[in-house]
């Protein structure tokens, strides 16, 4: 939900789940002692990042009308994007090129947008003024806190985590985002027939994506491994270079199962 790793940083979630579980798990303000982070357990790494003075001009006219405050209340989401329509969320978008194409491509869903690093949010706010969309509102904060006070069970219509960042060292596998206890929360939280649609170029964070997601018995594959790409997902840029370097991309899109909610 930072600056995104490798050959996706256009689009990336960096959520750092360095102990996700536990920051699903812990009471507010603990911190297990294993794990690197003083106080308080977040979904995300703050990196440093510089806003241009086109995104801070972004973040000034744009910012009141498409940037949503966290509050510990659920959204009404017909009130704040002024009409009833399919509800996505995505979880880290980097610098938004992905996200302003998918809700150009889709005018139909309205798209909740969460991520904390400001030159991502100052840049989409900044797409979004260049090509007038009206369909997307961004949450700079924790997707967790969003999920945990703002989205009750059954609201999302489908969730999007592009190219998360993938802790390649081994010991950090554990702060990945694509975790179970997550997964569950977007689960539950997905209607009937909603879908969860993860990316990544990463090949053995795709495989442990896999087996998390094939585990959440909300969850069914709509594939047999990985998915297809989707063609509302746009290659971006730097992903185009990483496949002429031969790196590969991986899908992953599953629903819940029709009967998993009543």
């Not at 992905?98 to 797409?127: S, W, Y």
């Not at 991986?250 to 909610?261: K, N, T």
Request: proline residues 9%.
């Amino acid at each position: 939900m930072t600056v995104p790793h490798s050959t996706a940083p256009a689009s990336g979630a960096t959520c750092s789940s360095a102990a996700l579980t536990a920051a699903l798990s812990l009471p507010a303000g603990t911190a297990p002692s294993n794990v690197p982070y003083p106080k308080t357990i977040k979904s995300f790494v703050r990196r440093a990042g510089r806003t241009t003075t086109g995104q801070a001009k972004a973040f000034e006219d744009l910012g009141p009308r498409f940037v949503v405050p966290y509050t510990a209340a659920l959204l009404d989401a017909t009130a704040l994007f002024g009409r009833s329509a399919p509800l996505v969320l995505e979880i880290g978008f980097g610098m938004g090129e992905a996200t302003a194409h998918i809700a150009r491509v889709r005018p139909q869903d309205n798209f909740l947008c969460c991520e904390v690093h400001e030159p991502g949010v100052g840049a989409l706010l900044k797409r979004i003024g260049e090509q007038g969309q009206t369909n997307i509102r961004i949450v700079q904060h924790d997707a967790v806190e969003v999920l945990d006070h703002m989205l009750p069970p059954a609201s999302l219509d489908g969730v999007h985590i592009f190219f998360p960042d993938p802790w390649h060292k081994k010991k950090h596998n554990k702060r990945r985002l694509i975790q179970p206890a997550l997964v569950a929360k977007l689960a539950a939280r997905l209607k009937p027939g909603g879908y969860l649609h993860c990316a990544t170029d990463w090949q053995p964070y795709a495989e442990q994506m896999l087996q998390v997601l094939s585990a959440e018995p909300l969850l069914v594959n709509t594939a047999e491994g990985f998915a297809p790409q989707p063609e509302y997902r746009p290659l971006t840029k730097f992903e185009n270079r990483g496949l002429r370097l031969g790196h590969g991309v991986w899908d992953l899109v599953f629903r819940q199962r029709p009967s998993a909610i009543d």
